[in-house]
């Protein structure tokens, strides 16, 4: 899979992501990962939503994984949360 | 599946919710049900990867599942993504 068929979400607007999603898969692409890390991951799910429900009604959600990822930080390393969300056709 | 075995996910500190977690799989639950929504989602994604590197060594994330929720608020109807974490043995 290239990277441009991933998206990742940080802390702007939901739909400027969607539309980044939305644009991946008018552009041809047969799937688009979503990707998120901490409080972003509850934007990333909105997105996947939004997605889906109002703009790709043929996309479904094919698989989402979540892990933790280690990040230095001031504070030394820390753990955070990360989301991966798989959408397809 | 009984209602003792969904912990559902809000406001408080993670470890309140991963505490609920471990109870239930030590009580002897076969599966644990995480549900949250909104902002609540990114916290449950921490108490399932807490859960499961720290207490839970023989735990797996069977399944995620995304959707959408319409709540009825102050402003008339909106739509809230929320989350369910399926963690089993």
Known sequence: MENDDIVYVGNKPVMNYVLAV????NNGADSVIIKSRGRAISRAVDV?????NRFLKDIEVKD??????????ERGEINVSSMEIFLGK
């Open 48 to 52: 996947a939503e939004v997605a889906r």
């Open 22 to 25: 939305v644009t991946q898969f």
């Open 64 to 73: 989402i994984v979540i892990s933790t990822e280690k990040i230095a930080s």
